[in-house]
Nanobody, 126 residues
């Protein structure tokens, strides 16, 4: 089993930056892929970003490319999401997710992930 705990809840203004953290515990070696998803009110959950174990491969949804950066510190079993130039449309509950064997072509699918955090609220005011 793997437990994921997000932190970094924030109320920020448009244009600000915020960093989310996700601390993993348990059998972390079994989940080389880590990702972030988000769900805005009234909308479906959507993929944001993901990375592999080494951090050498990263994946982003188009709407956050150039603004968000995913990274990880395996010594701390933590993955980060640095969010810059935040927009009101980035407002959502952000979820950390972990996956074991993962086809990179399916990295954006929630069904590819085995474990989920409880979510953390990010609100961006205009």
């Amino acid at each position: 089993q793997v437990q994921l705990v997000e932190s970094g809840v924030g109320l920020v203004q448009a244009g600000d930056s915020l960093r989310l953290s996700c601390a993993a515990s348990g059998r972390t070696f079994s989940v080389p892929y880590m990702g972030w998803f988000r769900q805005a009110p009234g909308k479906e959950r959507e993929f944001v970003a993901a990375t592999n174990w080494s951090g050498g491969s990263t994946y982003y949804t188009d709407s956050v490319k150039g603004r968000f950066t995913i990274s990880r510190d395996n010594a701390k079993n933590t993955v980060y999401l640095q969010m810059n130039s935040l927009k009101p449309e980035d407002t959502a509950v952000y979820y950390c997710a972990a996956a074991g064997i993962l086809d990179p072509g399916r990295v954006g699918l929630g069904s590819s992930y085995n474990y989920w955090g409880q979510g953390t609220q990010v609100t961006v005011s205009s």
